[in-house]
């Protein structure tokens, strides 16, 4: 199909595409559940459901940014999140294709342990948001210059970390704010620190109080 031709169609069929993201979104909730399985964030789930993500043009999706947030919008930017999830994720629908990939990632930051989210390091905290999305979802989008809205540089740190973690240790760091098992994991507390000194390295990713 042409550009041209895809635009039309998605334009007769928003209605469909949005029955069929609020679907995905359902079943976003399904496998982060069972992703983290382990360590009980049943109460954060059950919040999560009754905050069904809103899928936005790009005008209503700018408008709710300048809402919550008093910085100009990232170039690029697909969706955010309030890191407290008191309130449903914002996805731009401008690039259907992305839009559940998108979606994924903003529900993870949803998932995740207020503690880490408040104390890491911002590429840490986007690195691994996106590595876990990529594994959930199999989509990847690694090329810096094409996708840096998905933070390529600090998601490959991030799946060297997870590979090199093991099973369930930097999970328990993202929904538990537990870095036990990581430093073991790692051989200790100066590795864990030189670990997190790898990502505050990556300081390209300005904080952006709140919003992720
Ligand atoms: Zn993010």
Known sequence: MEINDQKEHFQENQSEHTEKWRGDDNKALTDIAREFRDFKIEDRLEKMRGLPSKFETREEFERDWAKKSSCPIPTGLEGFTDERATEAANISI??????????????????????????????????LTEALTEKITGTKYL????????????????????????????????????ASELKKALGGDAQYEAMLNEFKKLNKLQENRGLS
């Open 94 to 127: 401008e690039k259907p294709y992305i839009v559940p990939h998108v979606n994924m990632h903003e529900r993870l930051h949803q998932a995740s342990d207020l503690g880490f989210k408040s104390e890491q390091p911002r590429a840490l905290k986007e690195g």
């Open 143 to 178: 090329d810096e210059k094409a996708n840096p809205q998905f933070y390529p540089e600090a998601t490959i740190l991030a799946e060297g970390l997870l590979a090199k973690a093991g099973p369930g240790a930097v999970e328990k760091l993202y929904v538990r704010n537990d």
